[in-house]
Nanobody, 120 residues
């Protein structure tokens, strides 16, 4: 069994910063990618940052230059540093891990989400 747990959300003023954490634990053979998504009320879930096993990162234009994803390999944890936050960044932020539980079984595991609210 594998779990993904997010933490670090909260309320912040526009222009402020927050750092989210996402830890994967359990029966993990290897991790291909760990992503951060967000979903605002009435909107579709969207990707905001991706870390891959090749240590590459991906960001959409909406957060490029403001958000940074990083990984602690020893802890199977990724972080999302969010700077210059805007009210439109308000959403529930979810972490997803694409991983192998053994040499052949791949799983996509979601966390429960953490609320980020940016006040104007």
């Amino acid at each position: 069994q594998v779990q993904v747990v997010e933490s670090g959300g909260g309320l912040v003023q526009a222009g402020g910063s927050l750092r989210l954490s996402c830890a994967a634990s359990g029966s993990i053979f290897s991790i291909n990618a760990m992503d951060w998504y967000r979903q605002a009320p009435g909107k579709q879930r969207e990707l905001v940052a991706r870390w891959t096993s090749r240590a590459s990162t991906v960001y959409p234009d909406s957060v490029k230059g403001r958000f940074t994803i990083s990984r602690d390999n020893a802890k199977n944890t990724v972080y999302l540093q969010m700077n210059s936050l805007k009210p439109e960044d308000t959403a529930v932020y979810y972490c997803n891990a694409l991983l192998y539980t053994n040499s052949v079984t791949m799983k996509s595991v979601w966390g429960q989400g953490t609320q980020v609210t940016v006040s104007s």
